[in-house]
């Protein structure tokens, strides 16, 4: 099992910034960062896989609806995967929620849900409005 509990969320305005937290129990090789808006099915924004070391293998996935705007990273020691949020805009607005595989899974099909996440935070509400 790995608990996944994220925290940033909140009110801020058009052009702002955000930085979401993901603060897993233990390792998982594949976190990604998922949005429900209002009325829609949850999405993949971002995703990204680990090697056994820690280090990220390849390149993350980013929906392009966020990419140049969203940054994913991890801070290893914390075992934390974090997703910088900036120049947010109204569509952005929604739970985002932290999930993970404790296999390998590469970035797409997990963002795409092809291979959902097997664990799942409880969500943090992001809410961009002036």
């Known amino acids: 099992q790995v608990q996944l509990v994220e925290s940033g969320g909140g009110l801020v305005r058009p052009g702002g910034s955000l930085r979401l937290s993901c603060a897993a129990s233990r390792f998982a090789r594949a976190v990604g960062w998922f949005r429900q808006a209002p009325g829609n099915e949850r999405e993949g924004i971002s995703c990204?896989?680990?090697?056994?070391?820690?280090?990220?293998?390849?390149?993350?996935y980013y929906a392009d609806s966020v990419k140049g705007r969203f940054t994913i990273s991890r801070d290893n020691a914390e075992n934390t995967v974090y997703l910088q949020m900036n120049n947010l805009k109204p569509e952005d607005t929604g739970v985002y929620y932290c999930g993970a595989r404790s296999n390998f899974t590469h970035v797409k099909v997990m963002c795409t849900q092809q291979l959902p996440p097997t664990f799942w935070g409880q969500g943090t509400q992001v809410t961009v409005s002036s």
């Open positions: 990204i896989t680990f090697l056994d070391n820690g280090m990220p293998y390849g390149s993350s």
